[in-house]
């Protein structure tokens, strides 16, 4: 999709999900995972979202694609409201947002031939004709660094960052401009990692993708993005440059998390800060 509205692609603007709330027997607070968060994704950025486990970063991604439904806030997608969409205007929409998830292998159907969970989107959206789509598909292998002759091959035979390829040729299938990567390399050896993340900066400035990328390993988001929001506990406790974040950081959990990065050279050590939150864990920006 080519973007015409002004402004940055994706605005979040006071997002709030809330899990539960009630059981059988008593009436209990609903757990608030993504807590009143707002910020943009500029066009052609890839915007990290870091934190713990738990933080609610992984929600956040999915709330922007509906594939959680928030429970209030707004999201505008290139200008439209994402939120307000009905049920067939969503489906147009996915055509241009997507999502590459954790673990490439749990993503892919087992009972599948690579070759057809490609092409899956294509025909959910009744995208070409047959010939079209099998030509749509060997393009796609080829411009993740599969052979088109691997497309009969089942998941199984793929080693894990094969995998991910697969899946990130999948979300790439119906050419969208925006794409949340969910830790997209976490579930990888450390041998493999490098490759896909190199793939993924290839893939950005070849197609023009927007990223939100969500990780956990903060070395990595500060070499590959350009802006970066830290959540913690359902909350954007901090958001501002890469370089600013990790140089000059203003929250004590962001203090924290980089206090705790692995350091190359003993020399490189810093104090470990262990983040204490105050009584009512209001941990605000």
Known sequence: MTSTAPGPLVAVDHLVKEFGGTSLFRRAAPNRAVDDV?????????????????????????????????????????GRDVLALGARELREARRHFQIVFQDPYSSLNPRMRVGAIVEEPLVIHKIGSKADRASRVRELFELVGLSAEQLSRYPHEFSGGQRQRIGLARALALNPS????????????????????????????????????????????????????????????????????????????????????????????????????????????
């Open 38 to 78: 707002s910020f943009t994704i500029e066009r052609g950025e890839m915007f990290g979202l870091v934190g713990e486990s738990g933080s609610g970063k992984t929600t956040t991604g999915r709330c922007l694609l509906r594939l959680i439904e928030p429970t209030s806030g707004r999201v505008t997608f290139d």
């Open 178 to 285: 925006f794409v949340v990567l969910d830790e997209p390399v976490s579930a990888l050896d450390v041998s493999v990692q490098a490759q896909v993340v190199n793939l993924l900066l290839d893939l950005q400035q070849k197609l023009g993708l927007t990223y939100l990328f969500i990780a956990h390993d903060l070395r990595l988001v500060r070499r590959v993005c350009s802006r970066v929001g830290v959540m913690y506990r359902g909350q954007l406790v901090e958001l501002g440059t890469a370089a600013d974040v990790f140089e000059r950081p203003s929250h004590g959990y962001t203090k924290a998390l980089i206090s705790a990065i692995p350091q190359m050279t003993p020399g490189d050590r810093v104090p470990r800060i262990v983040y204490e939150p105050p009584p009512d864990h209001a941990a605000r920006r």
